[in-house]
């Protein structure tokens, strides 16, 4: 990798200063971001590790959402009691990135920052309707997501922390890429306040709602429901490890096992 | 009080004795070493699969901070630095000798792969060499590339070579064609079969690595590399590419993180550091990342083939007959031409009495890295053609593919037995371990299995493979006829030291094998020293005084055939002094397990008091015997050894993803004698773990382009933990009947026998869809494309 | 150049590195701590693995900086000062769980932490799945599975010993 320098600020304000320089990028985890820079596809003039401030940190209930710090680890989102009790789906999907080590220091934030289309969690905003906190606003998860490694957050914009409804029910299931098991196909649906959500992640350049099933599911929460959904194969990902048909199939699969599994 | 020593010899499951260093962290491998004032090399590497080289430009990268020089493929012409060289040499049909174009360190005018090596950047930190190899300024014209065989044999496909017009290494054949021809004429039914063998990247955990230092006042270079037989690596780099003496350079192999066959060769970083490191007389080291492995590791298999089986009306085979494309990619790698030749058309006979066999064999050249010998080569794609064609037989002639084999087995009593391509067999018993495995996998209850899982929604299928192959390579006058260019024996000393102790110092190599401790137990089965007194010395050129390295399922039947040899001496020599010691006849001298004894009296010697005269020789036979006790064996073996067996796969499918699960394996293998039984299990576990690697999840993919597509782990899928299942293996012993020990080898029966059992499972879960032909891997995505495109054929 | 103190097996060291060194290039480079290997560039492999403050960390997906102040242990520092190997260590060798060795460093700090992780014990399915960021070239993972069901009874006090019945 290339050299560069190295801050750890203490406060988001610090960092954010930090991160004004447009070639300066921030890290936590690093599980992300190393790679890259291992492969020398990134060159920052400097690195701003985030890991170092406090207010970013932490798992909490704030009336009927979790709200959970952007540096909070996958695998204290998988093991907290919290979650666990309130959003089941969640913590299972968490418990699923990836690998132990990735889960024993990637974070919440960093992955929805980096948005990739391959991603869990993009999955479980999208799909429980999430609202992003960042240094300088809220934004809805609807607008978040705008393309493949692309979000609404500006350079110098920090995500904080993710605000989680807690919803009637909900459901996460994928089929992972079998060489780096990232996801080929996920789905997560959520019943939220009578609304139905239907989130899609891996299949497609960029997480997406699903908007036929939601309305099928609207109608009638069950597998059978979204079996008669077909999901397009157009502007699908295809790769050697499987066609944009293929995912187009997986996403039908993986929507009535998310289904089955929120019960 | 009375302590019973645990038994340690040959038949013992004794823990291995190198797991101490290695779960400590004490292991040494070649990237462990560091030297005083050493340097790092960076390749600069294609990106294009094919192109002219107008120029290269190093004036920047020699200014980058840290860098001590940048060398190209010219700097080494000027120094008469010679190309890689090919260890055999196939001919033509018509008798020629095949397409042997150079191969040069660094590319001079043109490179033909896609991390193709065009110069080193050499600099005081590995970053900083990266940094200026970055900087190193190459002028491409980028050419059009022939990267899949078809391809390249197709008329105006670019020419890899100048010297191998139509991409075509050699056309190569055996067997006699007219007769097999008529066998043709004459048959019932013949069944016929292409197949694709999928291109692997073999992917040891170890990258490979090379330490190359040069003493100026001696003018010793010395070369730590990631290498399964550092001998031949002195021979070939020393006398082909740097034309060093051998007693000027010394290569050590020490600890190597797996081979798999790709660390047999001689590759080009082992000659870049170890003659920079002459020109900069300072220690150069470089370690591939695992990127760079993808791209200049060898890979394996890659066969293209039609087959045609004739039978008669009772399902007897009358005749085979194989056409087959093998891609060499760019270059000749050390062993490549050998593998789809003498390591596979002499295969064909399998543990068939197919009485003729017609085999010919076209090697191409390609714009793809070079192909050589990958854990089994040759061998597994001979077995995936064989048993692939004996399910398809067994469902077009009727015939239950279990007694379809049966029926065809060569006969227990028929050893030795005379294959139509050139091999003779000297033992086994392929219908023991049928029966075994037939009963250790409860191949009778399959169908309650099936039905259980179609309950579930899950397609469960079983599927069988009967195989052989040859390995313990290689006798060399017969080996040398082939083509080979190089002996195949095996070197072995035995140290009995003046205390009893024993140095064991072989040509063999361990990376991962468990040698030293497999060795040791021959050592205290036949001298009666205990395995804590025995160590083995190996993969270091100056202290081991030859050998010809691990590879081929070798290093216990010949390697492990020269100690016995050795040992024998040492025995003939001690029964000297002993005899002289208890003034008795040597011919009345017996040895057993460490004590020398005067027949029928109870006046003994210990192998230490033998020892000791040995070494302090007051009382002594001095006229006659020269002191010391230290013999050395070359040990070459008068035939091939012949492992084979039956493995039982049984598979599960999704049929809403297409993935396929392994949930039972069963392996029964006749390795010949088991020397400890616990190692020997490990090596087949391991085999079948690879074998389901390519059945499933493993292949290499390029684009058109000659881009590799499956360059990195994220898009090579490398079994996982949660990829396998437990598996079952068990042996079934006959002795090889040409060597010492009895032995066959283990290292390559896994690999070889596992992959079309687990195809003929899939097959066989998919059987309502009319699958007929399909190409490893297995992977979900293509089982869901049959599952989607297929009609179910039965009514349900 | 930044500075970085840490713990590494009980002693404490500081050491100036460039922001891109990665903590396996500070263990094996500056610390010659080289049972930590380096198997791949993609965060795939494992063989990296070492405990940061007791968890499961990829070594090579690490900047050194960030391991700033923290307790790190290598496969170095699993056995006692006399020479005694871990539980974990000892199964690996009793069940033939490694063969070249290379991936076997990481292996056992995965294990470790998968089985400090599991006092209720270990099904072999969750074994298999708690490997997912280790590969194994050499042993199909079979003996890998048995070493850590193993071990793991002795790490929880249900076996006194790792040994297995003579065979």
Same mark, same amino acid.
């Given at each position: ?263 | ?54 120029? =290269? ?68 930190? @590995? ?128 600890? %190597? ?63 085979? @007959? ?33 009485? %003729? ?15 050589? +010998? ?104 017969? =080996? ?85 040899? !050795? ?16 003034? +008795? ?12 004894? %005067? ?33 050395? !064996? ?16 049984? %598979? ?15 392996? =029964? ?51 996982? +933990? ?75 | ?54 968890? &499961?960390?990829? &070594? ?31 199964? #690996? ?8 060795? #290379? ?56 076996? &006194? ?7």
């Amino acid at each position: 990798m290339y050299d560069f320098a190295y801050h750890k600020p203490a406060t988001v304000a610090d960092a954010v200063k930090l991160l004004a320089d447009p070639d300066a990028k921030a890290i936590s985890g690093g599980h992300t971001l190393i790679p890259a820079l291992k492969h020398r596809l990134n060159k920052p003039s400097a690195v701003v590790d985030l890991s170092g401030i406090a207010e970013m940190k932490g798992i909490k209930r704030v009336g009927n959402a979790i709200v959970i710090g952007a540096l909070t680890r996958h695998a204290e989102v998988a093991t907290s009691a919290e979650v666990k009790a309130a959003i089941p789906a969640l913590a299972y999907l968490a418990s699923h990135i990836g690998d132990v080590q990735v889960r024993n220091r990637g974070t919440l934030g960093g992955s929805v920052s980096n948005n990739d289309p391959a991603a869990d969690y993009p999955a479980a905003v999208l799909g429980l309707g999430a609202t992003i906190h960042t240094s300088k606003r809220k934004i809805a998860a609807d607008d978040f997501f705008q393309g493949m490694f692309t979000t609404a957050l500006e350079q110098d914009e920090i995500l904080t922390a993710i605000e989680f409804p807690i919803p009637e029910k909900a459901g996460y299931a994928k089929m992972k890429n079998p060489a780096s098991r990232y996801v080929m196909a996920g789905v997560f649906v959520a019943k939220t306040g009578g609304a139905v959500r239907v989130a899609v992640n891996g299949a497609g350049p960029c997480v997406f709602r699903q908007a036929d099933m939601e309305k099928a599911l609207a109608a009638n929460w069950s597998a059978d429901a979204v079996a008669g959904v077909k999901q397009s194969a157009d502007g699908l990902n295809g790769d050697i490890h499987g066609s944009a048909e293929y995912r187009a199939h997986l996403v039908g699969v993986m929507a009535k096992r998310a289904i089955a599994a929120a019960g | 009080m009375n302590v019973v020593a645990p038994f340690e010899g040959i038949g013992a499951s004794v823990r291995r004795k190198e797991d101490f260093r290695f779960l400590q962290g004490r292991g040494a491998y070649t990237d462990d070493f560091n030297r005083q004032g050493q340097l790092y090399a960076w390749i600069v590497r294609s990106p294009h699969a094919h192109a002219r080289i107008k120029g =290269v430009d190093t004036s920047a990268a020699s200014r980058m901070p840290g860098v001590v020089a940048v060398f190209t493929g010219a700097d080494m012409a000027k120094d008469n630095v010679g190309g890689l060289p090919c260890g055999w040499q196939i001919h033509n049909k018509d008798g020629s000798p095949m397409a042997e174009p150079p191969h040069p360190v660094l590319a001079l005018d043109k490179v033909r792969h896609v991390g193709d090596p065009v110069a080193v950047a050499i600099a005081a930190t @590995r970053q900083q060499a990266r940094d200026a190899a970055e900087a190193v300024g190459v002028d491409y014209e980028v050419l059009p590339a022939a990267v899949s065989m078809d391809a390249a044999l197709k008329a105006g496909a670019p020419q890899v070579h100048d010297g191998a017009p139509g991409n075509l290494c050699y056309d190569w054949h055996i067997g006699d064609k007219a007769v097999v021809d008529a066998a043709f004429a004459s048959a019932a039914k013949v069944v016929k079969l292409d197949l694709v063998n999928n291109r692997l990247i073999p992917n040891a955990m170890e990258p490979r690595a090379a330490l190359g230092e040069f003493d100026p006042t001696t003018g010793d270079y010395t070369l730590h590399t990631t290498s399964q037989n550092p001998h031949v690596i002195r021979l070939l780099m020393g006398a082909n590419v740097l034309h060093i003496p051998e007693s000027k350079l010394r290569v050590v192999a020490p600890d %190597v993180g797996g081979g798999f066959g790709s660390k047999i060769y001689h590759y080009a970083e082992e000659a870049i550091v170890t003659w920079s490191a002459g020109k900069l007389a300072r220690p150069v080291k470089w370690t591939a990342d695992r990127t760079e492995s993808f791209m200049s590791d060898a890979h394996g298999r890659d066969h293209v083939s039609h087959t045609e089986l004739a039978l008669d009306a009772d399902g007897k085979f009358l005749g085979l @007959r194989v056409s087959t494309l093998a891609n060499m990619g760019a270059y000749l790698s050390t062993f490549a031409p050998c593998v789809p030749t003498y390591l596979y058309a002499t295969l064909l006979a399998g543990v068939y009495t197919t009485p %003729v066999i017609y085999c010919e064999v076209k090697a191409v050249f390609t714009n793809t890295v070079p192909v050589d +010998a990958y854990r089994g080569a040759g061998r597994p794609e001979a077995t995936f053609l064989l048993e692939r064609l004996m399910d398809v037989a067994a469902q077009e002639t009727g015939i239950d593919r279990v007694e379809l084999r049966r029926r065809n087995f060569i006969p227990t009593d028929a050893f030795p037995y005379q294959t139509p391509v050139a091999l003779q067999y000297d033992s086994g018993n392929y219908h023991a371990t049928l029966d075994q495995a037939l009963k250790a996998s409860d191949w009778a209850g399959f169908e309650a299995r099936r039905a259980e899982a179609a309950k579930r929604g899950k397609l469960r299928g079983i599927g069988i493979s009967t195989y052989l192959e040859a390995c313990g390579i290689a006798p060399s006058a017969v =080996v040398g006829s082939l083509g080979a260019r190089a002996g195949l024996y095996e070197v072995g000393t035995i140290r009995v030291h003046p205390t009893g102790s024993v140095t064991v110092l072989t040509g063999a190599h361990s990376h991962g094998q468990g040698h030293e401790t497999t060795f040791c137990q021959l050592v205290a089965d036949k001298l009666g020293v205990p395995v804590a007194q025995v160590d083995i010395v190996h993969g270091d050129t100056a202290k081991v005084p030859f050998g010809m390295g691990t590879y081929g399922s070798r290093s216990l039947a010949v390697g492990g055939s020269a100690m016995m040899k !050795a040992m024998d001496k040492i025995i003939a020599k001690g029964k000297r002094i002993a005899a002289h010691l208890m003034e +008795a006849d040597v011919d009345d001298i017996e040895f057993e397990r460490g004590i020398f004894r %005067v027949a029928g009296t109870d006046k003994t010697k210990a192998l230490v008091d033998i020892s000791v005269a040995a070494y302090v020789p007051h009382n002594y036979p001095i006229e006659e015997l020269e002191p010391g006790l230290e013999e050395t !064996a070359f040990y070459d073996p008068k035939n091939f050894t012949y492992p084979g067996g039956c493995h039982i796969a049984e %598979v599960e499918i999704c049929p809403e993803t297409g993935k396929v699960s392994m949930v039972n394996f069963t392996a =029964v293998d006749d390795v010949g004698r088991v020397i400890n039984p616990m190692i020997v299990e490990g090596q087949v576990q391991g085999g079948i773990a690879q074998g389901i690697g390519q059945a499933l999840l493993e292949t290499c993919v390029y684009d058109a382009d000659g881009q590799l597509l499956s360059g990195s782990m994220m898009d090579y899928t490398m079994p996982r +933990a949660d990829d396998l299942a437990p598996v079952s293996v068990a042996t079934h012993t006959t002795l090889c009947t040409h060597n010492p020990l009895g032995v066959k080898g283990c290292g390559e029966v896994g690999a070889i026998g596992s992959p079309p059992a687990v195809i003929n499972a899939v097959v066989d879960a998919l059987r309502d869809y009319g699958v007929r032909t399909l190409d490893m891997p297995a992977t979900p995505s293509k089982i869901w494309g049959i599952i989607n495109g297929g009609r179910r054929m039965a009514a349900e | 150049m930044p500075q970085v103190t840490l713990t590494v097996n009980g002693q404490t060291h500081t050491a100036e590195v460039e922001g891109r060194t990665l903590l396996v290039e500070l263990l094996r480079e500056t610390l010659r701590l080289t049972g930590t290997h380096v198997g791949c560039d993609t965060s795939q492999c494992g063989a990296c693995v070492v405990h940061i403050n007791g968890e &499961s960390v990829k &070594s090579c997906t690490t900047l050194a900086v960030m391991a700033n102040g923290a307790n790190v242990t290598t496969i170095e520092g699993l056995a006692k000062a006399d020479g005694t190997l871990h539980a974990m260590q000892e199964a #690996f060798r009793e069940y033939h769980a490694l063969q070249c060795g #290379f991936c076997t460093p990481g292996m056992v700090m995965s294990a470790i932490d998968l089985v400090q992780k599991h006092p209720e014990g270990l099904t072999e399915q969750q074994i298999r799945e708690g490997l997912e960021g280790n590969l194994c070239r050499c042993t199909g993972y079979h003996n890998i599975v048995k070493a850590i069901a193993a071990a793991a009874e002795v790490m929880h006090g249900k076996r &006194s010993e790792i040994a297995r019945a003579a065979e």
